[in-house]
């Protein structure tokens, strides 16, 4: 894993906008794929944490390009429970957000 403090980072600025995101997950996702610039900063920080060379379950094929699968970022990692518990108005606090479920 290479830098996980820009991944906590990235996380954190995600969640932090998470209060103005519907709480249905699939338009969580929708949103998210399509006008979240916080969700293309978490994408960038997970390539940078985990390259697709040692965390390969990461990624998939698209346009003959390997990208993160959002579905394994927001679903296999908790990311999306904790989104859609914010968008519903929960808090979270700051000191307890890591990086570890992310690409651990």
Same mark, same amino acid.
């Given at each position: 894993?290479? =830098?996980?403090?820009?991944? &906590?980072?990235?996380? /954190?600025? %995600? @969640?932090?906008?998470?209060?103005? @995101?519907?709480?249905?997950?699939? *338009?969580?996702?929708?949103?998210? @794929?399509?006008?979240?610039?916080?969700? =293309?900063?978490?994408?960038?920080?997970?390539?940078?944490? *985990?390259?697709?060379?040692?965390? &390969?379950?990461?990624?998939?094929?698209? +346009?003959? =390009? %390997?990208?993160? &699968? %959002?579905?394994?970022?927001?679903?296999?990692?908790?990311?999306? +429970? *904790?989104? &859609? /518990?914010? *968008?519903?108005?929960?808090?979270?606090?700051?000191?307890?957000?890591?990086?570890?479920?992310?690409?651990?």
């Amino acid at each position: 894993m290479e =830098d996980t403090a820009s991944l &906590r980072q990235a996380v /954190l600025a %995600w @969640l932090e906008q998470a209060p103005d @995101l519907p709480s249905i997950p699939q *338009a969580i996702t929708d949103v998210a @794929l399509s006008t979240q610039p916080e969700f =293309d900063a978490l994408i960038n920080a997970v390539v940078g944490a *985990a390259p697709k060379s040692e965390h &390969r379950d990461l990624y998939g094929k698209a +346009d003959d =390009d %390997w990208v993160p &699968r %959002w579905s394994t970022l927001l679903g296999g990692s908790g990311l999306g +429970d *904790a989104t &859609r /518990l914010v *968008a519903q108005g929960a808090t979270v606090p700051v000191e307890e957000v890591g990086v570890c479920c992310m690409v651990g």
